[in-house]
């Protein structure tokens, strides 16, 4: 159990809709990354927080957005879903700036 | 950016023999590598990362190797055990560890 927990773990919606997937980081990590995981595909990195502000950016669609709120957790939001979207979402934290992610097990989220 | 290609996509060893998974860089600017390991139905782990001032670095056994003017870098394990069984990515990552770039993944089955 690497500490990090995601809800939902399975989520299943039609194309169009919204929706979040939210992370709790481990106790005491303030930064926190989300990855997106397609099938058969690497860690597409999509985004990170550090202490509730944004430090990077990556392959992340206008469509998704995210936050992290003062008690450290982040929650990913995903809008007008399209069938592109089912994947699986990993949200990693880490104390600091520091080397090791620790992930959490992924929320997969199928789009019909 | 960072583009991190990483192969095979699959492996398949006998019980004792040794596995080697080979990944390429790009941005010079990278220095340090990680090596996750993910088994069914979880998130990724660490398993031995290597910062660019070492060539080389073992861990009972697994090893990894780095070459930084050639720009990549391998992941060896040695006597194989059926529970290596996993897919294992090699990513890269700069000082400041905002991004991580991680290579699309090597499915090893170690058969018994």
């Known amino acids: 159990d690497s500490g990090v927990t995601q809800t939902p773990k399975h989520l299943i919606t039609a194309t169009g809709q919204r929706v979040t997937l939210r992370c709790s980081p481990r106790?005491?990590?303030?930064?926190v990354y989300w990855y997106q995981q397609s099938l058969d595909q690497g860690l597409q990195f999509l985004i990170q927080?550090?202490?509730?502000?944004?430090?990077a950016k990556g392959n992340i669609l206008e469509r998704f957005s995210a936050q992290q709120f003062p008690d450290l957790h982040s929650e990913l939001n995903l809008s007008s879903l399209e069938l592109g979207d089912s994947a699986l979402y990993f949200c990693?934290?880490?104390?600091?700036?520091?080397?090791?992610?620790?992930f959490g097990e992924g929320s997969r989220l199928t789009v019909l | 950016g960072e583009n991190v290609e990483q192969h095979p996509s699959t492996l398949s060893v006998q019980e004792g023999d040794s596995a080697v998974i080979k990944c390429t860089y790009s941005d010079s600017a990278s220095n340090y590598f990680p090596w996750y390991k993910q088994e069914l139905g979880k998130g990724p782990q660490l398993i031995i990362d290597?910062?660019?001032?070492?060539g080389e670095k073992k861990d009972q056994r697994i090893a990894v190797t780095l070459n930084k003017t050639a720009k990549h870098f391998s992941l060896h394990i040695t006597e194989t055990q059926p529970e290596d069984s996993a897919v294992y990515f090699c990513?890269?990552?700069?000082?400041?560890?905002?991004?991580?770039?991680f290579g699309s993944g090597t499915k090893l089955n170690v058969k018994p």
């Open positions: 106790s005491g990590d303030l930064s």
């Open positions: 290597i910062r660019s001032n070492v």
């Open positions: 990693a934290s880490t104390p600091g700036l520091t080397g090791e992610l620790f």
């Open positions: 990513a890269a990552s700069g000082n400041n560890f905002n991004k991580f770039y």
């Open positions: 927080y550090y202490n509730g502000e944004e430090r």
